[in-house]
């Protein structure tokens, strides 16, 4: 196995990376507050302050998502490391969203306990929690071989190709794929398809239908630690674009429709009012919503469908203790490319 270890993580890369991202930033916010109705995107809620309110949301009594793929990955360890291994050949482990990998790493310690050969490839829009994961985990598992890429999913993604030609295993936890439509999930399991290769493999987390009034608790808690998540993506506009959003002129508003299975985030202007970003102006009337969050959650029938539509075949599926969640293993059908 050579891996140019070096290839995308120059001074130089950074500071493009760095440029770029800003850049982005302002345009999807732009774009995004001048549609109708507005939105914002969810990837934007993850700066410093925002890692830390996701930190203390996964730790609410109301928030069972993160304890039931903990669970998973904590108790079903052996069937996930066997769902992933193949032809005994080393491989690359690349976590989209990484996070703070606290679930990934029972899987990574799993892997590194039994000698398996592989790198692991943390891809995350936030540099400051990808400091800290690298940080906790050279500190658990020195030995551990790991490239950590801060940027898009995409992007990064083919940019591992460039650093290492091995089979890919690719974790997307979290039910973050429940973050987007119904249409841009398809489009975006379908983009993943196409960057992988034959037997590359896909384990995805999916939040299953379940009682409506759980759900809505999850999103909508008594603390309001959901809602100051939400503002604060307000609040990180205003530092990083030069924006002057008053941030108490806005509320959190969550709905949950048992049906269609998504569960859609709001921020209300409470006012008619005036937003200035750089150079541009927003207008806001008076009850104007921002949408800034779906978490769509899925049936076993949804999950399966997703999968052929997108070229994959689902190889195993994996249930928490409650069966309240599943992490869906996919491969990339050698017969379909």
Avoid at 4 to 16: A, C, I, K, Q
Avoid at 282 to 302: A, G, H, P, T, Y
């Amino acid at each position: 196995m050579t891996i140019n270890m070096n290839l995308p993580l120059t001074d130089e890369f950074h500071h493009t990376s760095q440029n770029d991202s800003h850049q982005n930033f302002f345009n999807d916010v732009i774009k995004g507050l001048k549609s109708t109705p507005k939105h914002l995107s969810s990837k934007y809620f993850y700066n410093k302050k925002g890692d830390e309110l996701f930190q203390k949301i996964m730790a609410m009594p109301e928030y069972y998502l993160t304890r039931c793929e903990l669970d998973i990955f904590e108790n079903k360890t052996e069937e996930l490391a066997a769902s992933i291994r193949a032809y005994n050949e080393p491989f690359d482990l690349i976590e989209l969203g990484a996070g703070d990998a606290l679930k990934s790493t029972y899987l990574i310690r799993h892997l590194n306990e039994m000698k398996i050969d592989f790198t692991y490839f943390p891809i995350d829009i936030s540099g400051n929690i990808l400091s800290v994961l690298e940080n906790n985990l050279k500190n658990q598992l020195p030995e551990l071989k790991i490239v950590t890429m801060e940027g898009e999913y995409m992007e990064m993604l083919k940019k591992t190709s460039a650093i290492s030609k091995n089979r890919k295993v690719v974790l997307f936890l979290g039910s973050n794929i429940g973050n987007m439509s119904t249409h841009d999930a398809g489009k975006f399991c379908k983009e993943l398809y196409e960057i992988l290769n034959p037997g590359d493999i896909l384990l995805i987390g999916f939040d299953l239908k379940k009682d409506p009034h759980i759900i809505l608790k999850a999103y909508n808690d008594p603390s309001g630690i959901t809602a100051a998540f939400n503002l604060n993506l307000l609040s990180r506009i205003n530092e990083e674009l030069e924006a002057d959003f008053t941030i108490d002129q806005f509320r959190h508003y969550e709905t949950y429709d048992p049906l269609s299975g998504a569960c859609h985030s709001f921020l209300v202007s409470l006012a008619d009012q005036k937003v200035k970003i750089g150079e541009e102006k927003i207008f806001f009337s008076e009850n104007e919503v921002i949408e800034m969050e779906i978490s769509q959650k899925f049936s076993k029938e949804d999950i399966k469908d997703l999968a052929e539509k997108s070229g994959f075949t689902v190889k195993a599926e994996i249930e928490d203790s409650k069966k309240w969640f599943i992490d869906s293993v996919w491969q990339v059908n050698k017969t379909n490319k």
